[in-house]
């Protein structure tokens, strides 16, 4: 098949595991020698990647108007004009658009040129303007009701053309032949929701594998002795965003409580955002300094020697994650994974069998599952056997990336 990918960001051009998980999409396909062109905005501080057989990547994506922040209407028909243009005079089969960013003009564009197209919903962007039902401070969102949206809007400072878009998109969507979401939360929401056919929307879960963006990857060699760990530490890590709804603080606190029992538990956070420098003060605050440890980001070729540092990985989200890139990559690479009950996690995450779960904010269970783990390592070895063998039945790159191909020749069939 020749397929066209549609996506704002492409790697080098990396923010969070998004990204990483349509390279990894990409990547597959054209190794099954499926013909792939990626269409992406234009860079001026990334080098590019080196060309791949059977990918070519085309950085042709306008960038957005400064005065609308994200790229949204007229920039879209801006977008879809650059695409028909691009696109007209070559023979694509078919067209999967990766990002809620230029969904809109993508399916202008498709459907002009009488292309069929799909869409990957990564989070909530067709029913909320924020894209993560979820207010700082405030919490979850149930829905846009008009007092929601006013809460959403004063807190957010935005301005109420993010929501008018946001419908806007939604009807958009509502064109694509096929929607495939990242979790059966994600589109079950969808479903009740916006009433899209059923048979419109699909499941299918990111592909944890790690293919090199480079093949010159940093050296990672004794991050233990780096991080000022020693060979007996026990290491609970959490890798991704430094944000608010992520819950670290609540990780954090529940060393308070550790420390008390022993000295040789330690946490890494790798990562980076905008609560970082409060969660810094935080841990000076509760004298924990000794404790834990901020590694920065770390880039994508890096991060499997961060997971074979930690015993365990923590994910506290206290939002709906639709479902983490980390917990699927820590089970591919066999770690442990205590996560809240949120979201898409507990479609991965059998309690007590491959992984614990708790409730969202909760600092006394995580010091409890944290302890349980520490004290029992034939339980611990058992969720490590458990987590991989779910890895390698469930979320088999293979397995994976065969569905996709076999929803592509689908809508194929019934568009021909």
Known sequence: MNICFITYRFPPDVTGGGEI?????IKNLANMNHRIMVLTRKLDYFKPLKQEDNIEVHRIIPNPFPATGYPLEPYSLLLAKTLISYLKARNVELIHVLDFRT??????AAKILRTPILVTIRNYWPICPRLTMFIPDQGECAECAPSSIIKCLGKWKTGLHH?????????FLKKANKII???????????????????????LYNIPEYHKLESTSKSQTNLRQEYGLSEEDFIVGYVGRITFEKGIEYLIKAFVDIVKITDQIKLVIAGDGNKKTELQELIKELKLNKYVTFTGFIAHEDIPSFYELCDVIVLPSIWDEPLSRVLLEAFHFSKPVIATKTGGTPEIIRDGENGLL???KNSD????KILFLYKNPDVLKRIQEKAKSHSIKNLNSKILTKKFVNMYETVLSKHG
């Open 21 to 25: 998980s349509n390279y990894i999409l």
């Open 103 to 108: 969904t809109p003009g993508a399916i202008i």
């Open 163 to 171: 929501y008018i878009f946001m419908v806007l998109r939604r009807l």
């Open 181 to 203: 979401c990242v979790s059966k939360y994600v589109r079950n929401i969808l479903f009740k929701r916006l009433q899209i056919n059923k048979t419109k929307l699909v499941t």
């Open 358 to 360: 708790i409730e969202p």
């Open 365 to 368: 269970q995580l010091v409890d």
